[in-house]
């Protein structure tokens, strides 16, 4: 089903959570203004920069191509362990208004989430728009025997490293697109509109919301952004955090950014289940 363009509404940070909630739930996303301090985000910018300078252009973690066509870009930098290049990234993930917001998202369902990816998304002067695509479609299925009435299994968001408009391939989205009623209805690039933003700001987006990376129509600037989502604790991530990072590396965390990170085990209370991801914890007496 197609509907008419909507436009992304934005939202300051201070905007009362229950508001955020519903705009979320209506449009499946927005641009929250404000949400990340200034200087956690330069120090991330200053990280990322360095280490993009050891990737070429077309690389990611990632596969490069999905259904025959390029997803990556082929003048697109991509690359995840962004904790592994600065202590900003665990700022980003004790974010209180973000942590809010997943809860209010994946909690229903779940019980625990923790990070499906943390990763640079670099697109460079003359870079096509991405293809469009939903990101829950990581986990088709789960999705598509429900579909459209699967509950929300991943929150995403695309946090600007610099300040990014439409002409350095802003993030594009169609708003209320997660609630069409065919899962294999991606829309056209007619229908999507750019997520302009300012340091500090954040897309927080749907997993069922279709967008896509934006062309970068400029000849000397890079969009520079990093995309960071959680997906429920009974799914598979994207990055296998658990393995990336050391208990030695986030010992000085919090038990939030462990849980996150697959350092602790999933507890599903106050929903029914066993916990998961066990794991042998050797108690040494004094």
Known sequence: MKVEKMSLKRCPATTDLPELISVLAKDGGLIIEGMFPKAVIAEMAEAVEAQSQHFKP???TQGKAQDG???VGANTIRFSSLGKISSAFFDLLENQLFAQLTDAALLPICGSYWVNTGQAMLIGPGSTAQILHRDCMNWPQYCDPLWPNCPEITLSAMIPLDDIDEAVGATRVIPG?????NADDIG???QTVAAEMRVGDALLY???LVHGGGANITTDRWRKAM???FVVGWLTPEEASPI??????LAPYSDRVKRLLGHLSYDP???PGGGLWLRHVREIED
């Open 206 to 208: 749907s997993g069922k």
């Open 244 to 249: 990336d990072y050391t208990s030695e590396e």
């Open 269 to 271: 209370r106050p929903q």
């Open 177 to 181: 697109s997660h609630l069409w009623q």
């Open 227 to 229: 995309h960071l989502s």
């Open 58 to 60: 077309g690389h990611a």
């Open 69 to 71: 066509k390029e997803f």
């Open 188 to 190: 056209t690039q007619k």
